[in-house]
């Protein structure tokens, strides 16, 4: 398993922009399929976006599409989610994960073996 601690979370602006690091330690992070997650109150945790371990191949949730960018830079350990136009309906806790084991950006939110402690976001309107 790696070591996973996020940041970057706030309070903004409907419209305006966030970017959340999840930086990694412990295993080899270059190798391990990194994912984002959200959970707000009162509600399961769904699955936002994921990113293979070369970075070439990402998946994003269709409530995201076109708003939400993910992208890793393996030198840093570092795995990033770039938010824009953000909506109220995106206020959450966010999540990073990893996979040490699968490397399909399609896989469940269970194949995830890896959990950062989560980092809120609060969208105004």
């Known amino acids: 398993q790696v070591h996973l601690v996020e940041s970057g979370g706030g309070l903004v602006q409907a419209g305006g922009s966030l970017r959340l690091s999840c930086a990694a330690s412990?295993?080899?992070?270059?190798?391990?399929?990194m994912g984002w997650f959200r959970q707000a109150p009162g509600t399961e945790r769904e699955f936002v976006a994921a990113?293979?371990?070369?970075?070439?191949?990402?998946r994003l949730a269709d409530s995201v599409k076109g708003r939400f960018t993910i992208s890793r830079d393996n030198a840093k350990n570092t795995v990033y989610l770039q938010m824009n136009s953000l909506k109220p309906e995106d206020t959450a806790v966010y999540y990073c994960?990893?996979?040490?084991?699968?490397?399909?950006?399609?896989?469940?939110?269970?194949?995830?073996?890896?959990w950062g402690q989560g980092t809120q976001v609060t969208v105004s309107s």
């Open positions: 994960a990893g996979s040490s084991r699968f490397t399909l950006v399609t896989i469940p939110i269970s194949a995830y073996d890896s």
């Open positions: 412990g295993r080899t992070f270059s190798g391990t399929l």
């Open positions: 990113i293979s371990w070369r970075g070439d191949i990402t």
